[in-house]
């Protein structure tokens, strides 16, 4: 190489940087738009709920234990926490479906008596039993990874499907539906 003539770079190696950002914005958008499902399905639908007593949750209501699904009668099993937000916005929803003849028991996780008391007389009340769950054991063994979940378990205390996420007022003809098949 002489002085007066550099070694100049390719091409495309000029256009290399902008090629880069633009494949970077292509995975960012392709992300915002199609968000990974990040859901965790429990492995226990289709098998019995396991064996388990929880101590009451709150002074109204008595505590919770396998028993207690094994009635005959199919019923929700709701997972939530008086710190859970969008328990908020799903408790009326779960007190229309109380309305309605459902049988809703409930297991509060890693909550305290008085918060619990404090967020039952808020938003209601909706549950017939609420066990407490304070290291979140019961909860993992019938594979719930958050709050609010909720459970159909039939007459036999089979869990029959898992509802992800607060049921919206859209969802109660599927739950209620649900609910008669599982009976």
Not at 52 to 70: S, W
Not at 121 to 142: E, F, K, T, W
Request: glycine share 8%; charged share 20%.
């Amino acid at each position: 190489m002489s002085k007066d003539n550099p070694a100049k770079a390719p091409r495309w190696a000029l256009w290399l940087p902008l090629a880069l950002f633009a494949g970077f914005v292509a995975l960012v958008v392709v992300g915002l738009v199609k968000p990974k499902n990040t859901d965790i399905a429990s492995q226990m639908v289709g098998k019995p709920l396991p064996a388990f007593t929880l101590r009451a949750a709150a002074d109204e209501r008595p505590g919770l234990a396998t028993a207690d699904f094994q009635t005959g009668k199919p019923q929700l099993l709701n997972i939530f926490a008086s710190w859970c937000i969008p328990c908020r916005a799903e408790a009326p929803v779960l007190e229309e479906l109380r309305r309605q003849g459902v049988t809703i028991n409930a297991i509060a996780i890693r909550d305290h008596k008085a918060d619990l008391a404090a967020f039952l007389g808020q938003y209601g009340n909706p549950y017939a039993r609420i066990g407490a769950d304070d290291v979140s054991a019961v909860q993992l063994a019938i594979g719930s990874s958050g709050v609010p979940e909720t459970f159909v378990i039939d007459g036999k205390g089979v869990i029959r499907y898992q509802h992800i996420g607060d049921i919206r007022p859209e969802q109660i003809p599927d739950i209620l539906r649900l609910l008669k098949e599982a009976q």
